[in-house]
């Protein structure tokens, strides 16, 4: 029921995906926020430049998770965080906020917490730690979140006020995962087990109304709304293994994405048009990023090699998709254009560089 990740082993995070309308700020280094020198561009990331946005990154060159911004070509790079937990990504706002997941402890060990805040230039705390708080999207007008967090035992998805109270939306014995809010904010599709095998199902952001998308023999997981909000691209293994499909936002007309056989897909991201999906291809040596049109599953772009690619994240203007990379021994960021051509290197440190989301410019 989780997003696989392959090269760091950390904390299952959904891949990146287009968050609900919410009133925060543009994001901003606080004034508290280290400085570290400027990386100088190379010609190899020619056409990045600090015009096509900032990346935000978790990163482990100070010896444990923290978060770092930088222009695309890895220039003006900056720690925007400084804290005891290890720190993650886990949500953007259409505003450009971000929401923080902060790791304290090892999973399954006494101590262990996830907790979530919402950086804008400073960070504020969003309710108390908790053994799991996944998946987190701004709902509506920001005044709440939606989480998969640990109730009864199990994942169930719940709205998360900012004054910290949580409130169950789904109550499944057999738990509900991976919520994914619409645009408009106004519904909610997740995936669940309480029918026997793990199907998706849609349901207002109240909790109500309740509607079953899918219905097959395999698994269904990790649906993601197109930008409009008419499709929901998702992972079935209704043909074996996890492929990536699309489906209407009311479940019907389900389709796989490719036809290529391979050992299974996963990290799926939306481009900012709705037109293309990008996903991570695993074959038995690698797993490769792939970028692929939504209408008739033509493969865009392709990053072929004996290496370990994952979580895509598109540029706001779609031109390119970020992701981390082992190709040069290291877990790097590198950018490949979206329509084909070679990766660019992003970062260069001497620890992992991971999980990166792409912000624009500017929101005003």
Not at 84 to 104: C, F, M, P
Not at 117 to 127: K, M
Not at 156 to 183: C, M, Y
């Amino acid at each position: 029921m989780k997003a696989a990740v392959f090269l760091v082993g950390t904390v299952a995070l959904m891949g990146c995906r287009s968050t609900a309308s919410a009133p925060e700020r543009s994001i901003r280094a606080s004034a508290s926020a280290a400085s570290v020198p400027s990386a100088p561009a190379s010609a190899e990331t020619r056409g990045l430049d600090c015009s096509a946005g900032r990346i935000v990154f978790t990163s482990e060159r100070d010896g444990h998770r923290q978060l770092y911004e930088s222009c695309p070509d890895g220039s003006q790079l900056l720690r925007l965080l400084s804290t005891a937990s290890n720190d993650h990504v886990a949500g953007v706002s259409s505003k450009g906020a971000l929401l923080v997941l902060h790791i304290t402890g090892h999973g399954g060990e006494a101590g262990y917490s996830e907790r979530l805040s919402i950086f804008d230039g400073g960070l504020a705390p969003v309710g108390e730690g908790r053994t799991r708080l996944r998946n987190p999207s701004f709902l509506g007008n920001g005044g709440a979140l939606v989480v998969e967090a640990d109730l009864g035992g199990l994942a169930n998805i719940a709205r998360l006020r900012r004054d910290g109270r949580i409130e169950p939306l789904t109550q499944d014995k057999a738990g509900s995962f991976e919520p994914a809010v619409s645009p408009d904010g106004r519904t909610i599709a997740f995936a669940s087990s309480r029918d026997g095998d793990a199907e998706l199902y849609r349901m207002n952001a109240d909790g109500t109304e309740l509607l079953r998308l899918t219905h097959s023999r395999g698994d269904d997981s990790a649906p993601s709304f197109s930008p409009d909000g008419q499709r929901l691209a998702f992972l079935s293994s209704r043909r074996g293994v996890a492929r990536v499909h699309v489906m209407d936002a009311d479940g019907s007309k389900p389709r796989a994405l490719d036809s290529e056989e391979v050992i299974g897909e996963t990290e799926l991201a939306w481009s900012p048009d709705g037109l293309s999906l990008a996903y991570i291809a695993v074959r038995s040596d690698a797993a490769a990023l792939r970028i692929v049109r939504v209408a008739d599953g033509v493969t865009l772009a392709e990053d072929r090699g004996s290496f370990r690619d994952e979580t895509p994240c598109f540029s706001p203007d779609g031109r390119f998709v970020v992701f981390a990379s082992n190709r040069d021994g290291d877990v790097e960021l590198y950018a490949m254009p979206s329509e084909g051509g070679a990766p660019m290197r992003v970062t260069r440190s001497p620890g992992v560089d991971f999980l990166p989301r792409w912000l624009r410019a500017s929101v005003k």
